[in-house]
């Protein structure tokens, strides 16, 4: 079906329309038929004046409107409907291609069978099965036996979220089994065909998921995606957490994928060759520790090692280490951390530093972040990047919140990069009817 995001008028008008119609006809809703919704809005103005390192300044203003609406036990206990959509409007320079545009990201009726732990869906829906994670205009049906057998199915046609012009995939199907012992572990397999141009073939995976609980506090994951199409490992992780002791959070791993056959369906140039190196295989090796050394003090500490076949970019080496203490009084938490990366090719090298805090007064909430990059070798002649957030917000209401932030940037992109946001939530839970 390709893209549904469109320039111009776009279709969140006709989303606003539709969920216009739904909130009348629940009000028409026989009172037999009881039922809880909630509604909620989320409004958003940017304000950007941006001094580009390269090409003309900007000045913009886009507008962000987010609705959504969930309603359950439609006439019957487990049958729900559920919806989500988005809308631009720039007030200034246009910013992403066009003065305005929306897309419908999800809106679909779901129903749960009463026993069997099954599940089916029925229009646009965010699919994630295994290693599966797709938008997809269609159906999804999912069932378990008795014994811990399941499988399930889905069909439609995928919607592509895509910067550059692009018809995406015509058609995707595809299908899981899977075992399951609640608690203990979950094992399946997966298959998925897409029929579209990727770089001229179709799109053809298999893969295989794993999550074992050993101890309570012992747990194994795996992945990992096979692209028939091109005949190679596209993808694979495999991650232990233990947690030794109640203040001490332990995961290892490693991960790794090759460009070819991970980036077949990649619509962003970014990944597509000669930007990237189609044959390059990328393994990395990872650690990271959560301790909790006092009742507020917390350390985070990470290592990654990472290795490229290709020379361009080489292998690199990441260490991150870092605090969080927790507060009592109008600053609530203080953060900071400290990361370097050292690699083969010196351009790739830096050193980062971050430190934050959050506070409430009464109804209000605010929170500084900064954020600095120190590059080992200058990008266009400028060897620092900096961003600093400012936030503050207010809860008006039980139904409405409002806030807004400010971000200062200097970079090697940005000479200077001045954000304002403004936000509005509004939130609306209820039921109609009666039984």
């Not at 886009?62 to 959509?85: I, Q, R, T």
């Not at 190196?277 to 520790?289: E, I, Q, T, W």
């Amino acid at each position: 079906m390709g893209a549904f995001r469109k320039n111009g008028c776009g279709y969140f008008p006709l989303f606003l329309t539709v969920l216009g119609c739904l909130v009348v006809l629940a009000s028409m809703v026989p009172v037999a038929w009881a039922a809880e919704y909630s509604l909620s809005s989320r409004s958003y103005l940017y304000l950007h004046e941006r001094d580009n390192a390269i090409g003309p300044n900007d000045h913009l203003a886009p507008l962000y409107e987010y609705l959504s609406l969930d309603v359950w036990d439609l006439k019957e206990a487990n049958l729900s409907f559920h919806s989500y959509g988005w809308g631009r409007v720039d007030l200034a320079d246009a910013s992403a291609g066009g003065r305005n545009s929306g897309d419908i990201s999800s809106a679909y009726l779901q129903y749960r069978y009463p026993t069997g732990n099954g599940q089916a869906k029925l229009g646009r829906f965010f699919l994630a099965e295994g290693t599966t994670t797709e938008t997809l205009d269609g159906l999804f049906l999912k069932g378990t036996g008795k014994g811990g057998f399941g499988a399930s199915f889905y069909a439609g046609n995928p919607v592509e979220n895509s910067i550059i012009a692009s018809g995406g995939g015509n058609s995707l199907v595809g299908g899981r089994v899977f075992y399951v012992r609640p608690g203990l572990a979950e094992a399946g397999f997966g298959y998925l065909f897409e029929n579209g141009d990727f770089q001229g073939k179709n799109r053809e995976e298999a893969g295989g998921d794993l999550w074992v609980r050993f101890a309570p506090s012992w747990d194994l994951t795996g992945k990992i995606v096979y692209n028939l199409t091109t005949s190679e490992l596209a993808s694979h992780r495999v991650a232990f957490r233990l947690v030794p002791v109640n203040t001490i959070d332990l995961e290892l791993g490693t991960e790794g994928y090759r460009y070819d056959g991970l980036f077949q369906k990649s619509l962003h140039p970014a990944f597509l060759p000669p930007s990237a190196n189609g044959s390059d295989k990328v393994r990395k090796l990872f650690a990271d520790c959560d301790w909790q050394a006092t009742e507020r003090l917390s350390v985070q500490a990470g290592v990654k090692r990472i290795h490229h076949d290709a020379d361009d970019p080489g292998d690199a080496a990441y260490g991150e280490l870092g605090f969080r203490l927790q507060m009592e009084g109008v600053l609530n938490l203080l953060g900071f951390s400290a990361a370097l990366q050292t690699a083969d090719l010196s351009e790739n090298e830096y050193r980062e530093l971050r430190g934050w805090l959050m506070g409430t007064v009464r109804k209000w909430s605010f929170s500084l972040d900064a954020l600095t990059y120190l590059y080992e070798v200058p990008v266009n002649g400028v060897d620092t990047s900096t961003q600093i957030v400012g936030s503050a917000g207010w809860k008006a209401s039980t139904l409405l919140s409002l806030s807004g932030d400010v971000r200062y940037t200097r970079s090697p992109r940005y000479a200077k990069d001045l954000t304002i946001l403004l936000r509005a939530d509004f939130a609306l839970d209820g039921s109609w009817g009666g039984k």
